[in-house]
């Protein structure tokens, strides 16, 4: 095993996500779980050269006071998840993660986020320009003081209303003046990818906010040689419609409606109840299917806060669709998934290619990770198989680059 | 388009699925209903010589009085699937080809199938070699009357009793005096699968009975050069575990149990309910999870016949996982489909894709169309997609090959 | 049997569920259906002098140009319903019943309703007294040419949007010289329940429009000793509601949420899809699980149009409960019912029951039909049981009454 | 409050249901949890000299090692129930209460349950009449050690397989010297119940087994003012038909077919898991429609053991009916539910109005019970509603009795 030290840098750390990628980081360091769900522990990775878990340190920007362990025994309050003896046995990872917490910012991340925030030391009235500094000093003093080999950032923050985009976004020479404008040109989300990339550091983006998802942002990882992906991790309703799609595809069937309801009790919840974060969430979700099968069957996709669920996402989706002879046949499935159980393990897969990625020395979108996302950066295919493949051809290209 | 004339001449013709497929092609042929469901109907195939709709003539081999008009009806009455319009357009064709129906034969089909059984011109006490002559004269007979370029055999009667095979059905050396015998050593089922490759024509088992699956009737196909494919259907339950089951496997899900509970009120599920022909079905269904994640999560199939749901095959499936951190989670799907209406147009897909291979020479098992089926000969993978992906490649070779 | 007839007059007479009612009682007059569904024909009943079918006339206001006979057509058409014999034999009634169709008031029904009129004869800028008076010629009318004995009005039109009731609306003094107004001080289908009640007949409304529930219009029911009943018809997730609540608070679970989904895509789905019409349905489906349990768990109702569904309602409910010791548990359902099937019969034992209530001299309230409605006329009790023990002491006294 | 001290005497008292009971009763008593769920914590109760959870000891027969800490931690590790703080809160209750535990008989209990016996100090080879002196003595001994006013003893031990009752157990005469027999003429549950009746104490039975169901129990129990109850706690599916069924009645709707999957885990799952022992099971939950609707839809009922379900029971029932017009409608539900959580406090109920009426002296069978069983003592009543009904006259009556 290599001796690399590598770090993962979490915008949001302490929601249900960041949390349980952290806890999962401490509990595969300590033995105390195995590796189910880790995708890059499938053998189709095993001579891939990924960072151990053991390699990891993990850092990260919160506006809320909470640090892991109270998110922890929240999750297990709450949602009933974590059972007491792998949280025991990694309180002193926690611990001492906590202390790499430093202040994030609230700099346009719209009302219902702002809401959340309740650390005192969280700055206020800074320009884009003075946040994006001192978020980069935080991973600079990050990285200097674990003796990290690499970090990489992941956004695993809430979601943020949608940002209307124009023509200051489309080249990095006209964005970086309007940095300095009084009211900054981008949402608080992509402060933190433009620190991130300016640094030539991996920024990984598991939200549907903007990130580093315009132009000028991609050209700035371009121009420091820095590699990027995102868009919004696909977990669960997302993931089951790029599965079944296909089938109803290659059977021929036609697709008439495509209902989804979404029911959910988590912080992450509680952002989107607010209207204007959860079209952004919508957004994403609504396209996959159309996409897939190459007509618009009428659709709707509804996600609905609902107190008492916590972390447990509920999912009704009922399907209909004509087969031969016009006869109208229906597909319902029903999803309960934990939110952060399904999203935490994927941080770490995102963490350990990028940062293979990066010491490769690829340079920007990275593509061959749209399996991971409901919106993947620089790639139209949906289909949750192809998507995969595309995973499976990268690492194959790994083995032949080695070869060489 | 073409001007040769084909014929499909169907094993259990006017059953549900033999009547749909029947019905379908009438309603094809005369416009009234469009190609949906139909899988060779997909822009993959258009470009390959595929015998359109108008050119199939259809017979078949059936025990019991019913013709295709009165199974529509019933399906009418007690389905409440093909509208009357549809079924009205096509009365014609439907009597016509009930003229080429004949007696199929009883010997060993097993007593839940003879039980329907009330043609009164059925063979009684032929041996398994006068039953194969009979009905070699009979597609004979019809290709010769109906000036048919080619003849296609598809086995859509209901499932037979497992049936255990042995050292005799390893050669056709040795299984052919066989024949002879009293206690004759095949299935009904396999008396028309060499019937029809004795006689060099294609040969389809849309059902899970034993049919050409010895390797005695595969050595009789290569010797007469046809081909054949089988077995079961894939039409529902099975079809979105072959679905499902790969995304367990790359999310690196652990399976923990997959419950399938099944009711529907057809004819197939009487001889299904009788306890020896649901084994067949079962175990075909019940192999497909463990195959393709490669290890063995607690399975349950259970077939049930429920007589008010008609053809209205209903599935519940309850799948239960493992993920990070040793959390339980759980999908449920609820299936609710006509299994004629599923299981129809495949059967003209697949006569389609076998008359193609015949005319180019191919001989064997048609391992490309293994999406079709539960349990494809020949082919281990039971991922639908990488299944699809055989079928796709099979249609590019073809391409190339044209361009030679 | 008695000899009298009676009338039963619809508003929206055309819509499915009027129209549903209306082939109902013309195949149980033929005697091509049996009674399953009707309420009435429980053998609780067996001994009060209900109508028979029989006996019974239909006529209506319609504001679209369609007849019962084309909505049966759609009806088979699009949602597969009614089978063509039933049809078929009805088709002389339903022909006769239409020339018992009267053009309806448009007069303050809301754009939703008013886009779907298509009649050509519809009043122009009529004012609500003249709308009543035009109503009540057509009642008059349809009872002189028919020689019927008695006529109820049942109230079947889309719903409209909620209507802000006033201190004018607190007595029939105060109200009545507002109908002389330029703006209507009530909704249109209170200018219908007006008219009915004002002439002695029986309303009944089977919507949550505002229709008769106002204190003036009781006011005038009991001046013109008629009987009225309401409101909106308990058919599909409201009735599921008014079932298992009672299950849960007897055996003293704790209720945290209750999210129910609905979607459907017949003419009433079209209507409610304009926001302002929806609330006035969600506003009586949301109140009936708190009112049971005496609590008020998270309660989330969805109404949301799917065209492909036509007029099979589908909901899914989703009851999220804690039991002993603090435990979260789960009970789902899924309904699939077809709304003009499930309404249909309710509208014919409603109409029974208050042509009975008014032959006996009752007056205003009819209470004991609380377990038709979803939010019933001077009854507070939402438990299914309960209301239906209303209606079983309802006849027993009855019957006390006769013996007297 | 009053001062007496009772008794809760459980038959298999460290498997879940038992468990779950004696957990709750201590942790009421430590005020850690509040009385959801348990039934004779309603409003309807809180005049009624009921005995408080403090007044309780528990003890009990057990045929295992475990005690209920043991059983705690399993349940707790397996199926994710009782948090923590509650379980820590009382483990010096069920250290305390594990004192009281003693050997039950293995005397025709059949093998499934005998597989699962481990204590070392189970007797060997005893007869029915040493076993119910052994049991009796027990009981006696457990009142006198604590001081007790009342005991109450009740069955929550696995269920056992059908047992076929004759002339000999027609009357007690007959029965008492067929106890000196070999070959006892009753399964291990009828021993515990004779014991406690014979002792003039209440006996509940809480599984399908045959305890006091047989003429010459009751004869006992009348002889020695004993009162008895049962059988078959009924906690879930079968609730769920007790309170469904009635609508469909209502509504004159008719029931096609009903289907009912239950999947689950736990011990009792593994016992139910023999066919024997099933059928038991299956024959109580297999009538209540029936006997509700008044007559005899298609009806199907399956148990199985799925591991990884542990204490989560999940029933799927799909519920067929035609409504009016021969329209054929669809009702699905999913019942997930922890069967531990759900019967524990039901138990308490029991107890607590089991000793209530010893206490006032009623004697024999106690109908006003049925709300509890799935095939209720002496009652023919399997509608939910009626049956809670008969409770709440009975509480009525208590009121009256005192007032006299």
Same mark, same amino acid.
């Given at each position: 095993?290599?001796?690399?030290?590598?770090? =993962?840098? =979490?915008?949001?750390?302490?929601?249900?996500?960041?949390?349980?990628?952290?806890?999962?980081?401490?509990?595969?360091?300590?033995?105390?779980?195995?590796?189910?769900?880790?995708?890059?522990?499938?053998?189709?990775?095993?001579?891939?050269?990924?960072?151990? #878990?053991?390699?990891?340190?993990?850092?990260?920007?919160?506006?809320?006071?909470? !640090?892991?362990?109270?998110?922890?025994?929240?999750?297990?309050?709450?949602?009933?998840?974590?059972?007491?003896?792998?949280?025991?046995?990694?309180?002193?990872?926690?611990?001492?993660?906590?202390?790499?917490?430093?202040?994030?910012?609230?700099?346009?991340?719209?009302? &219902?986020?702002?809401?959340?925030?309740?650390?005192?030391?969280? &700055?206020?009235?800074?320009?884009?320009?003075?946040?994006?500094?001192?978020?980069?000093?935080?991973?600079?003093?990050?990285?200097?003081?674990?003796?990290?080999?690499?970090?990489?950032?992941?956004?695993?923050?809430?979601?943020?209303?949608?940002?209307?985009?124009?023509?200051?976004?489309?080249?990095?020479?006209?964005?970086?003046?309007?940095?300095?404008?009084?009211?900054? #040109?981008? #949402?608080?989300?992509?402060?933190?990818?433009?620190?991130?990339?300016? =640094?030539?550091?991996?920024? =990984?983006?598991?939200?549907?906010?903007? !990130?580093?998802?315009? #132009?000028?942002?991609?050209?700035?990882?371009?121009?420091?040689?820095? +590699? $990027?992906?995102?868009?919004?991790?696909?977990?669960?309703?997302?993931?089951?419609?790029?599965?079944?799609?296909?089938?109803? &595809?290659?059977?021929?069937?036609?697709?008439?409606?495509?209902?989804?309801?979404?029911?959910?009790?988590?912080?992450?919840?509680?952002?989107?109840?607010?209207?204007?974060?959860?079209?952004?969430?919508?957004?994403?979700?609504?396209?996959?299917?159309?996409?897939?099968?190459?007509?618009?069957?009428?659709?709707?996709?509804?996600?609905?806060?609902?107190?008492?669920?916590?972390?447990?996402? $509920?999912?009704?989706?009922?399907?209909?669709?004509?087969?031969?002879?016009?006869?109208?046949? $229906?597909?319902?499935?029903?999803?309960?998934?934990?939110?952060?159980?399904?999203?935490?393990?994927?941080?770490?897969?995102? &963490?350990?290619?990028?940062?293979?990625?990066?010491?490769?020395?690829? +340079?920007?979108?990275?593509?061959?990770?749209?399996?991971?996302?409901?919106?993947?950066?620089?790639?139209?295919?949906?289909?949750?198989?192809?998507?995969?493949?595309?995973?499976?051809?990268?690492?194959?290209?790994?083995?032949?680059?080695?070869?060489?």
């Amino acid at each position: 095993m290599s001796t690399r030290r590598v770090g =993962l840098w =979490l915008i949001g750390a302490c929601g249900g996500v960041g949390t349980t990628a952290t806890l999962g980081l401490a509990a595969l360091q300590r033995g105390v779980i195995d590796s189910t769900s880790l995708v890059t522990a499938l053998p189709l990775f095993h001579t891939v050269d990924l960072d151990e #878990p053991a390699q990891f340190v993990v850092g990260g920007h919160e506006i809320r006071r909470a !640090g892991f362990r109270q998110t922890v025994r929240e999750l297990q309050k709450r949602s009933n998840i974590f059972e007491p003896a792998i949280a025991d046995a990694c309180q002193e990872d926690l611990e001492r993660w906590e202390a790499n917490l430093r202040p994030g910012t609230l700099l346009n991340c719209g009302p &219902a986020i702002a809401r959340l925030a309740d650390r005192s030391d969280l &700055a206020n009235g800074e320009t884009a320009r003075e946040a994006i500094d001192r978020i980069q000093n935080d991973l600079r003093d990050f990285r200097d003081r674990n003796k990290l080999d690499q970090v990489v950032v992941v956004n695993v923050s809430s979601t943020e209303p949608p940002f209307e985009t124009g023509d200051v976004h489309e080249s990095l020479e006209r964005l970086t003046p309007a940095l300095e404008r009084r009211q900054p #040109p981008l #949402p608080a989300s992509s402060f933190y990818a433009w620190a991130a990339l300016d =640094l030539g550091l991996p920024y =990984l983006n598991f939200t549907p906010s903007l !990130g580093a998802s315009v #132009p000028a942002l991609l050209q700035l990882a371009e121009q420091r040689r820095a +590699v $990027t992906g995102g868009k919004d991790g696909k977990t669960g309703e997302t993931l089951m419609k790029s599965v079944l799609a296909p089938m109803f &595809a290659m059977r021929n069937w036609q697709l008439l409606s495509w209902v989804g309801h979404n029911i959910f009790g988590n912080r992450d919840g509680q952002v989107l109840d607010d209207p204007t974060n959860k079209a952004s969430k919508i957004r994403t979700k609504d396209q996959v299917v159309s996409s897939i099968v190459g007509y618009k069957p009428q659709t709707l996709v509804s996600i609905e806060y609902i107190d008492s669920l916590d972390d447990w996402k $509920t999912a009704w989706n009922h399907i209909h669709y004509k087969g031969f002879l016009g006869t109208k046949m $229906t597909l319902q499935f029903i999803w309960q998934g934990c939110d952060s159980i399904l999203a935490g393990p994927l941080v770490i897969d995102l &963490a350990r290619l990028a940062l293979l990625s990066q010491r490769r020395g690829e +340079v920007g979108m990275l593509r061959h990770l749209a399996c991971f996302f409901k919106n993947p950066m620089g790639v139209q295919e949906h289909d949750f198989f192809k998507q995969f493949a595309m995973l499976e051809r990268y690492v194959e290209e790994l083995a032949t680059d080695e070869h060489r």
